[in-house]
């Protein structure tokens, strides 16, 4: 059983920075590709970043490339670094957990197996 548990999120100025955690409770993370989605209200889950099961993969959404970077360590922790906040990136940010192997991570939202509760993230302009 694979559960994902993510942190960080809260309260940020435009142009601020805020960086999440998600914590893997997996008995090998190096088996599993990982990736950030977020949902605004109204608005449909959407891919932000992601990362494959050796580092070696970070593909980024267009809205986010340049200010947004994309790490996992061997505590079995991903992180998300969000730099030059602004109002549109306001949404419930989820960590996703993909076990299949692929040569690059998927930025489809149905392609993820295991999905963390999410953490808030409010930037106030």
């Known amino acids: 059983q694979v559960q994902l548990v993510e942190s960080g999120g809260g309260l940020a100025q435009a142009g601020g920075s805020l960086t999440l955690s998600c914590v893997a409770s997996?008995?090998?993370?190096?088996?599993?590709?990982m990736a950030w989605f977020r949902q605004a209200p109204g608005k449909e889950r959407e891919f932000v970043a992601a990362?494959?099961?050796?580092?070696?993969?970070t593909p980024f959404a267009d809205s986010v490339k340049g200010r947004f970077g994309i790490s996992r360590d061997y505590s079995k922790t991903m992180y998300l670094e969000m730099h030059r906040l602004n109002a549109e990136d306001t949404a419930t940010y989820y960590c996703?957990?993909?076990?299949?192997?692929?040569?690059?991570?998927?930025?489809?939202?149905?392609?993820?197996?295991?999905w963390g509760q999410g953490t808030q993230v409010t930037v106030s302009s």
């Open positions: 990362i494959s099961r050796t580092g070696g993969s």
């Open positions: 997996v008995r090998t993370f190096t088996i599993y590709d």
């Open positions: 996703a957990a993909d076990d299949r192997e692929v040569s690059t991570p998927y930025r489809v939202a149905s392609e993820y197996n295991y």
